[in-house]
C-alpha cells in the first residue's frame, strides 16, 4: 500500500497529534468532574478556549474574520456543544476508556453521513464495516443488561454530533479557512455554553481552573489540528486515526483510576476500532487533495 507524503504530513500527522491532545483533554476533564458539573466543565473549556484562540486570529484584521456563511458557524457551534456536553457527562459517570471511544464512534456515523452530503461512495465492503462496528457500539453499550446506563447512551450521542460537525468542517472548508472555523467555534461554543451557567454555575477552585485550562489548551490545538485535517482530506480517509485518542485514553483510565474495560467492551472495542480503520485502509489511500478546493491558510 502506497502513502502519499502529502497525506502523511496534512493528514495522518495532524489528525495523530489531534488525538493526542483530546487523550489529556479527557484526563483533565475525568480530574475535574469530581468538583464540577458536566455542564460547566464545558463552559470553562469553551471560554478559556476562546481567550486563547482571540490573539492569534484577531491581528489578521475584520476581512479574515468576516464570514458569508455565518448561520452555518453557528449551527456547527450548537452541535459542538451538544457533543461536549454529552461527552463530558460520559466522562463523569463512565469509565475513561468506555466514554472515549462510544465518542471516537465519529467514523461510523461519518459513513453513513457522508454519502448523501458530501457525495462520497462507499464500498460493499465499507459498508460492512459500518455493520461490524455498530455491532461493536452493542457490546460497548450493553443493551437490556443493567450496565445499559444513560451515561453510555451519551457517549454514543457525543460520537454522533462529532460526526456531524466533522461533516459540516469539510463542507465549509471550501470557503473557510481552519483559523477562522475554530475561532467561530470558540465565540458559539462560549455563548451556547453560558446560557447554562445561569442554573449550574459553582464557584471553581484555583486548581479547576488550572486542569480546566490545560484541558482548554489540548482542546484548542487538537480542535486546529483536526479541522485542518480535515479540510485537507476526505472524512472517512482522517477520522479513524483518531483511534489513538481511545488507546491513549485507556492507558491513562487504568493508572489514574484503575479502569479496565471488561470483556465485552474490550470486544467492542476491537470491532469498532478494526471496522473503523477498514474504512481507511482498503488498498491504495486516496489522493488527499482530489477534493480540495483553493482556499486562504
Not at 13 to 29: D, E, G, R, S, Y
Not at 77 to 105: D, K, P, Q, R, V
Not at 164 to 176: H, Q, S
Request: proline share 5%; hydrophobic share 50%; charged share 10%.
Amino acid at each position: 500500500m502506497e502513502i502519499d507524503r502529502r497525506y502523511l504530513i496534512h493528514g495522518f500527522l495532524p489528525a495523530f497529534f489531534a488525538a493526542c491532545c483530546f487523550a489529556v483533554m479527557a484526563v483533565c476533564i475525568k480530574t475535574a468532574s469530581s468538583e464540577l458539573p458536566a455542564v460547566q466543565l464545558v463552559f470553562l473549556r469553551s471560554i478559556i478556549g476562546l481567550i486563547i484562540i482571540l490573539p492569534i486570529v484577531l491581528p489578521r484584521g475584520i476581512n479574515f474574520i468576516k464570514t458569508p456563511i455565518l448561520h452555518l458557524h453557528m449551527f456547527r457551534g450548537f452541535i459542538s456543544i451538544c457533543a461536549m456536553t454529552c461527552f463530558f457527562y460520559a466522562i463523569t459517570h463512565i469509565g475513561l476508556s468506555e466514554s472515549t471511544l462510544l465518542n471516537a464512534s465519529s467514523p461510523l456515523f461519518i459513513g453513513f453521513l457522508a454519502m448523501p452530503i458530501l457525495k462520497e461512495r462507499i464500498t460493499t465492503r465499507s459498508a460492512l464495516a459500518l455493520v461490524v462496528g455498530f455491532i461493536g457500539v452493542c457490546f460497548i453499550l450493553k443493551p437490556g443488561t443493567s450496565l445499559f446506563t444513560i451515561a453510555a447512551l451519551a457517549g454514543l450521542c457525543s460520537g454522533f454530533f462529532i460526526a456531524c460537525a466533522k461533516i459540516l468542517v469539510r463542507y465549509m472548508a471550501n470557503t473557510e479557512p481552519v483559523m477562522r472555523t475554530v475561532f467561530y467555534f470558540s465565540i458559539f461554543s462560549t455563548i451556547y455554553s453560558s446560557i447554562l451557567m445561569i442554573w449550574f454555575w459553582q464557584t471553581p477552585t484555583m486548581f479547576d481552573v488550572s486542569i480546566m485550562a490545560l484541558a482548554a489548551l489540548c482542546a484548542t490545538g487538537g480542535q486546529t489540528l483536526l479541522t485542518y485535517s480535515f479540510t485537507h482530506n476526505e472524512a472517512v480517509t482522517v477520522a479513524p486515526y483518531t483511534y489513538v485518542t481511545v488507546m491513549m485514553a485507556t492507558i491513562f483510565g487504568w493508572v489514574g483510576w484503575n479502569e479496565l474495560p471488561d470483556f465485552g467492551s474490550s470486544i467492542g472495542a476491537i470491532l469498532i476500532i478494526g471496522s473503523c480503520l477498514s474504512l481507511t485502509i482498503q488498498g491504495k489511500l486516496p489522493n488527499p487533495w482530489k477534493l480540495k478546493k483553493t482556499t486562504n491558510p
